[in-house]
Nanobody
């Protein structure tokens, strides 16, 4: 059974940093195409960043995550990360990891105070 479990969310002041983790159990192929999404209250879920099997050359960032967020992956640990720097109150949301082949995690709350 495939499971994606996010961790690392919490409360941080504006300008601070958080590193989210997404542990992936199940088939190894599940970790090959991974993304981070977020959903703020009253808003639709939106893509933040993606990583493909190309490693660092296969990363994509969307919107204001460019230059502030970094997605990475450790195949040995079967974990995908999202390093978030220079956080803003508008980054407040539930962050979800998604395996393109194996589904969604349950989400982790990130709250940025002003």
């Amino acid at each position: 059974q495939v499971q994606l479990v996010e961790s690392g969310g919490g409360l941080v002041q504006a300008g601070g940093s958080l590193k989210l983790s997404c542990g992936v159990s199940g088939a190894t192929v599940c970790i090959s195409l991974m993304s981070w999404y977020r959903q703020a209250p009253g808003k639709e879920r939106e893509l933040v960043a993606s990583i493909t099997t190309g490693g660092t050359t296969g990363t994509t960032y969307v919107g204001d995550s460019v230059g502030r967020f970094t997605i990475s992956r450790d195949f040995a640990k079967r974990t995908v990360y999202l390093q978030m720097n220079s956080l803003r109150p508008e980054d407040t949301a539930v962050y979800y990891c998604k395996s393109q082949l194996c589904g969604w995690g349950q989400g982790t709350q990130v709250t940025v105070s002003s």
